[in-house]
């Protein structure tokens, strides 16, 4: 019987993305949006949904210059509404104030998660069609395992339906 082989040193110039679970099922087209707070995450998780064959529309912001959040949020929602992308992702400090601003469009249903079970309830229970993550408080592997949840994650329907039902807006309001 031979001795099992040592472990090799791990390769410098190795891609550290090199065999991760890729990010959905099927490629899908993504918009994305973020504040001067969570650019450097979005682009991140761009990086990564391209490399799994996704359409990523990348709506701003691309620096760390102070810009409003509301902008960003609403051309994300305008790209679900248009049919340009079937989903959205937004990235602010918090994720708060994006989430609260994707929310205000009637056709998306915006949930701000800090966990892969969190983004998973929300498509299956909520049939979530934009998630927010606040890049100050979860980390880029844990937004990445949220994001791959969220992609992969069918609504169940069934009883989810008549709640959903009555978070449509009010006619009138």
Do not use: Q, W
Not at 81 to 91: H, N, Q, T
Not at 114 to 137: F, I, P, Q
Not at 147 to 155: E, M, P, S, V
């Amino acid at each position: 019987m031979t001795a099992p082989a040592p472990p090799s040193d791990p390769d410098p110039d190795a891609d550290p993305d090199a065999g991760a679970a890729p990010l959905a099922i099927a490629p899908v087209a993504i918009a994305l949006g973020a504040d001067h707070a969570g650019f450097a995450l979005k682009d991140h998780l761009a990086a990564r949904l391209r490399a799994a064959g996704h359409a990523v529309l990348d709506c701003g912001t691309s620096g760390p210059d102070s810009v409003d959040y509301p902008d960003y949020a609403h051309r994300v929602a305008e790209a679900l509404e248009s049919g340009a992308a079937g989903f959205g992702l937004l990235v602010c400090g918090s994720g708060i104030g994006m989430s609260i601003a994707a929310n205000r469009h009637a056709a998306i249903r915006c949930a701000l998660v800090n966990s892969a079970e969190a983004a998973g309830l929300a498509r299956a229970h909520n049939n979530a069609n934009v998630l927010a993550l606040g890049a100050r408080l979860i980390d880029a592997a844990t937004a990445e395992a949220a994001l791959r949840t969220f992609l992969a994650t069918a609504y169940e329907g069934g009883r989810h339906d008549r709640r959903l039902a009555k978070l449509a807006p009010a006619s009138g309001a």
